[in-house]
C-alpha cells in the first residue's frame, strides 16, 4: 500500500493521499463538547480568542495545557485529535510519511511517534521537511532555508556535499511569526478604514474576524500593483502597499543577525511572497533568493520515497540527509500535485474540472480561456498556464510565464475569484 504523505508545518498541514489533498492549518477550537481543527477554527479565532489555541504543534509536550482547553491535558493530546482527523478526511490511509519541522526538538520527535503509535496508521517514514526542500531546491554550497511557523521563523542551514543535502545549523528567530506579522499587517489596515471612514474594524470582534478573512486577498492583488480596496462590514477603504512595505523589517533584521547571506540560496516560504517589499528587501543583498511551492515538499519526497520508507524489521529513524535531485526535477515538478497509489508517494494528478466561485467547470478539450487573456492549454499529457495580461498567482508564487499547473493548484489574476484546480472522478 502507498504511504500517504502528512506535512506538519503548523500555518497549514497537507496531507496528500491518492488524489486527496487536506489542507488544515494548526488552529485548535473548542466548540461547546468538541474540539474543531484548521479552517473552521481559524476563521472563529477573533470571534472566540479565548477557545482557541495556536500552539500545540510549536509546544508540543506534555505539560498541563496553560490555560486549559476542553478536556485536553496538554498539547499532546490536541495533537493527536488534529492527526485523527487529518487521516479521517483523507479517508484513512494506512500508512503516513510524516515530515517535521527543523524547530521540533529530539523529544517532540519521540513524542510525535508515540502519539502516532495511538493512531489508526503506520509511519512509514520521518523527514526533516527542510532537508526535503533542500533535495529540490539547493544549489552548489550553502542553502538557508527560511520557515514561517505560526509563532516563529526558523532558519535552517542545508549544506550541498557530493550530491547529498543535508541539515547543518538550525536557528530559531522567536518574535517573528505569521500571527505576529498578520496583527501588524491588520492594525495598519484598520487605521486606513479609521482615517477614511471613521470605523474601527477592530472594535468588534465579528469585524476583526472579517478583516483577517479579507486579508489574504488583498496581498495577493498588492503583488501587482501599489494600491487596493478592501471591503469590511459595508465600509470600504484603501489600502496603500507602502503603508505594509515594513512589516516585514523585523525578520529581515533577525535574518541579518542570524546568518551572513553575500553567498548562497535562500529558499523562503510561499507566504513570504505575499508580505509587501520582503522580496525587494531580500534583493538588496547578494545570493540568490528562491520560493518554495505549496506542494515541493510532496514532489520531493515522491521522487524519493524508496530512499526514506521504513523497510520491514527496520528501526525509523529521522531523515536528515538526502540525495539531490536533478535540476530538469526540479524546473519541472516544482508544482507536483497529490498523491497516487501509481507512484512510490506522489504522481501529479491531472485536472479535469476549475473551481471559482463556488462553481466547478469542466476544463475544455485542450484549451481553456481565463481571464486577463490567461488560459489553460493542454500540452505533453498536462495542463500548462499560458500568459496574457500582467501575472497570475499560483499557489502564492508570482508568474508571468508559462507554468505547468496541476488538481490542487490555485490560480490569481488580478482581481478575479481564486481558480482552484480539481480533479472530479466519474
Not at 496603500?240 to 512589516?247: E, G, I, M, Q
Not at 528587501?281 to 521504513?310: F, P
Amino acid at each position: 500500500m502507498t504511504p500517504a504523505l502528512l506535512d506538519i508545518h503548523d500555518p497549514n498541514l497537507q496531507l496528500w493521499h491518492g488524489d486527496t489533498r487536506v489542507q488544515s492549518p494548526g488552529y485548535a477550537l473548542m466548540d461547546g463538547d468538541h474540539y474543531v481543527f484548521g479552517e473552521p477554527a481559524r476563521a472563529a479565532a477573533r470571534i472566540h480568542p479565548r477557545g482557541i489555541n495556536t500552539r500545540f504543534w510549536w509546544q508540543l509536550g506534555t505539560e498541563p495545557l496553560q490555560p486549559a482547553l476542553g478536556p485536553a491535558r496538554h498539547t499532546a493530546d490536541l495533537a493527536h485529535a488534529h492527526l485523527q482527523q487529518l487521516h479521517l478526511e483523507a479517508n484513512k490511509p494506512q500508512s503516513v510519511i510524516l515530515t517535521t519541522s527543523s524547530s521540533m526538538q529530539r523529544a517532540q520527535l519521540a513524542l510525535l511517534l508515540g502519539i502516532a503509535q495511538e493512531c489508526e496508521f503506520t509511519v512509514a517514514a520521518l523527514v526533516n521537511r527542510s532537508v526535503a526542500l533542500g533535495a529540490l531546491h539547493a544549489t552548489t554550497g550553502r542553502t538557508w532555508h527560511l520557515e514561517l511557523q505560526l509563532h516563529q521563523a526558523c532558519l535552517s542551514e542545508l549544506i550541498r556535499t557530493d550530491g547529498q543535502v543535508e541539515l547543518g545549523k538550525v536557528v530559531p528567530l522567536p518574535g517573528n511569526g505569521l500571527l505576529q506579522m498578520q496583527e501588524n499587517l491588520v492594525k495598519r489596515c484598520a487605521k486606513a478604514f479609521i482615517e477614511q471612514t471613521r470605523f474601527d474594524p477592530l472594535r468588534k470582534a465579528v469585524s476583526e474576524q472579517h478583516l483577517y478573512d479579507a486579508l489574504p486577498q488583498a496581498l495577493r492583488r498588492l503583488q501587482t500593483r501599489q494600491e487596493t480596496n478592501l471591503d469590511v462590514d459595508g465600509y470600504q477603504a484603501r489600502i496603500l502597499k507602502a503603508d505594509l512595505a515594513t512589516v516585514g523589517d523585523k525578520l529581515i533584521n533577525s535574518l541579518d543577525q542570524a546568518i551572513s547571506r553575500e553567498a548562497g540560496t535562500l529558499l523562503i516560504d510561499p507566504v513570504l511572497t505575499l508580505l509587501p517589499g520582503f522580496t525587494q528587501a531580500l534583493d538588496k543583498h547578494n545570493g540568490e533568493i528562491r520560493s518554495a511551492a505549496a506542494q515541493d515538499v510532496c514532489t520531493a519526497l515522491g521522487q524519493h520515497g524508496s530512499v526514506v520508507i521504513q523497510r520491514d524489521g527496520e528501526h525509523l529513524h529521522h531523515v536528515v540527509s538526502l540525495p539531490c535531485l536533478a535540476p530538469k526535477a526540479r524546473v519541472t515538478q516544482t508544482s507536483a500535485a497529490p498523491v497516487t497509489p501509481t507512484s512510490p508517494v506522489n504522481n501529479p494528478a491531472k485536472p479535469t474540472h476549475l473551481l471559482r466561485g463556488g462553481q466547478a467547470w469542466p476544463l475544455a478539450t485542450h484549451h481553456t480561456a481565463l481571464p486577463a487573456g490567461w488560459c489553460l492549454q493542454e500540452a505533453n499529457g498536462h495542463w500548462q498556464l499560458n500568459p496574457g495580461t500582467g501575472v497570475a498567482i499560483v499557489n502564492a508564487t508570482t508568474h508571468s510565464s508559462a507554468t505547468p499547473v496541476f488538481a490542487g493548484d490555485t490560480i490569481s489574476i488580478g482581481e478575479q475569484p481564486v481558480i482552484t484546480l480539481i480533479r472530479v472522478e466519474t
